[in-house]
């Protein structure tokens, strides 16, 4: 599959993106280990979502989906779940299986996850590290990646961890190996990561403390289950953020967007580069903060990234990338390393494609030089990244004529209906079926 991009008038309107992924795999997770039903609504129903799902309905939970968008989880508490009759298949999804290694390492049964290629690549020695000093058993390939084979009836004692790397995903890991564990587990990040997990633990009645940076909780805590409200997820409304600023002249509203601050880097970013976005309706639902964006398109320049906004953006820099090509001048990236341990290496799959449409770019160790001009047509690698393929594919929108972006179909994990969202704006993205 590919995406056929033509140079796109973008107009005015109102649109919504689907639910945001880290909720959505965070509320399947949690309520299958609550008490009493947990009721979702605005789920994100793709690939990565689908596949917590399924592996929380292997692990023994009833779960239904009554519609595309919501969810109904019975919940029978901590020590419910059961021994899964297969390997669990996480597909291309690392929040799932970190997340899930966390869960299942204080399980009394012993249970196998595996993911497609991708995932199979990426390293898992930074959960294993920890969980190991906690007293799980946890078995992988020898450089760390995975499957990753849990061995049960470990007892888990609680322990102190300053993490080595800024990761949510580390960091929900031994919070839900924490829930299992004897004595007050507690983490130290060396900078402020996502923090839906601790959030909707406090929801469903569990007490977290974040004291000063050190977050910490008490095994053993009953988890109760609740009504969770998913927002649209802010990494796809990026999206449609940068084709809104990148236009000549377009005004554009994004309904109910989950801005929490530990998310909204890109905005900042974006802002510091000269984009008119301003924040409406802002409200709390269920813990997490929402708002309507308004997007205005812009000129953009070059800026030095501030590093201190690199947690708050890590999953947007393929789509500042294209802004900072777009933007006039230079604009400095560093310090953003972990880019090339995700779905693939961002950093050079970013650089490839950009180069590939005329732009001048540095690639660095950790980072990249983007001079910014105009995009030429051409023919572009995904390398099977989401992200990639949806930040070259708005890239397209502005370029001289017609752009290719390759291999699209994992665009699913994240953003189902990505052309057809795009569209709504004008964005004339096409999903071209291979034969
Ligand atoms: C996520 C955390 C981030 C992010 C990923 C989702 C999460 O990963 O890139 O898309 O839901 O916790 P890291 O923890 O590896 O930075």
Redesign the pocket.
């Given at each position: 599959m590919h995406f056929q991009v033509n140079p796109s008038k973008i107009y005015d309107a109102s649109v919504t993106v689907p639910g945001d992924?880290?909720i959505s795999?965070r509320a399947l997770m949690l309520g299958s280990i609550a008490t009493g039903q947990t009721a979702i609504k605005g789920f994100l129903a793709g690939k990565d979502c689908l596949a917590t799902m399924s592996a929380m309905q292997l692990l023994g939970v009833e779960i239904d989906m009554p519609s595309s968008t919501e969810i109904l989880i019975q919940g029978c508490g901590l020590n419910s779940l059961q021994k899964p009759g297969s390997d669990l298949n996480l597909e291309n999804s690392?929040?799932a299986m970190r997340l899930l290694a966390g869960l299942l390492s204080g399980q009394r049964f012993s249970s196998v996850l595996r993911g497609d290629e991708s995932l199979s690549g990426r390293p898992m020695g930074r959960i294993i590290a920890p969980l190991t000093l906690m007293g799980a058993v946890i078995g992988s390939d020898p450089d760390g990646t995975p499957p990753l084979h849990i061995s049960g009836g470990m007892e888990l004692n609680a322990i102190h961890y300053d993490l080595p790397m800024?990761?949510?995903?580390?960091k929900?890991a031994l919070l839900l190996a924490g829930l299992y564990a004897d004595g007050v587990t507690s983490i130290t990040e060396p900078a402020v990561?996502?923090d839906h997990t601790e959030r909707m633990l406090g929801t469903m009645g569990v007490t977290v403390v974040n004291s000063e940076g050190k977050i910490s909780l008490e095994g053993g805590q009953q988890l109760d289950g609740c009504n969770v409200n998913v927002p649209a997820d802010l990494s796809s409304a990026s999206f449609v953020i940068l084709a809104v600023l990148l236009a000549e002249k377009a005004d554009v509203m994004i309904t109910n967007v989950g801005v929490n601050p530990t998310r909204t880097g890109v905005i900042e970013i974006l802002q510091g580069m000269g984009g008119d976005i301003t924040l409406e309706n802002k409200q709390l639902s269920g813990g997490e903060p929402i708002a309507d964006i308004r997007v205005r398109s812009s000129q953009l320049s070059g800026c030095n990234i501030d590093p201190a906004l690199v947690s708050l953006a890590?999953?947007e820099f393929p789509v500042l990338f294209v802004a900072a090509a777009a933007a006039s001048g230079e604009t400095i990236f560093s310090g953003i390393a972990?880019l090339r341990v995700?779905e693939s290496d961002r950093i050079s799959a970013m650089s490839e494609g950009l180069r590939n449409l005329g732009i001048r770019i540095d690639e660095q160790p950790d980072g990249a030089i983007i001079q910014g001009g105009q995009f030429t047509s051409g023919t572009l690698q995904s390398y099977g990244d989401h992200r990639i393929a949806m930040s070259l594919a708005i890239a397209g929108t502005v370029a001289s004529d017609s752009v290719t972006v390759k291999d699209v179909a994992a665009v699913d994990t994240s953003f189902p209906d990505f052309c057809q969202c795009m569209a709504k704006i004008g964005a004339d993205i096409n999903l071209i079926k291979s034969t």
């Open positions: 992924k880290s795999h690392g929040t800024a990761s949510a995903q580390v929900s990561t996502r890590i999953d972990e995700k």
